[in-house]
Nanobody
């Protein structure tokens, strides 16, 4: 088990930016992905990053607007979101696992943070 702590959510206007952080001890050894869930909708993968080979994947809905990165010295994974849209609103969760077949498949992750709310509204 790994205790994940997210931060960085908030209220932002359309077109704005946010950087979400996910921190945990020894996070460098885990595949880490960000998921989001809007009210009444299923949890969906947003972006994921491998632990060792640099593999990164993004949902089509955020490609070109999102950047996932990791700072192993700080045991932190970041999700930078730019040009935010109202449809980006939701609770954002980070999740971690050691081995994954499909990096943005939520069922493959056993460790989840508590979530951080992102609201995009004017």
């Amino acid at each position: 088990q790994v205790h994940l702590v997210e931060s960085g959510g908030g209220l932002v206007q359309p077109g704005g930016s946010l950087r979400l952080s996910c921190a945990a001890p020894d996070l460098e050894y885990y595949v880490v992905s960000w998921f989001r869930q809007a009210p009444g909708q299923d949890r969906e993968g947003v972006a994921g990053i491998s632990s060792n080979d640099g593999t990164i994947d993004y949902a089509e809905s955020v490609k070109g607007r999102a950047t996932i990165s990791r700072d192993n010295a700080k045991n932190t994974v970041y999700l930078q979101l730019n040009n935010l849209k109202t449809e980006d609103t939701g609770v954002y969760y980070c999740a971690a696992t050691v081995v994954v077949a499909t990096i943005l498949e939520p069922d493959e992750y056993e460790n989840w943070g508590q979530g951080t709310q992102v609201t995009v509204s004017s």
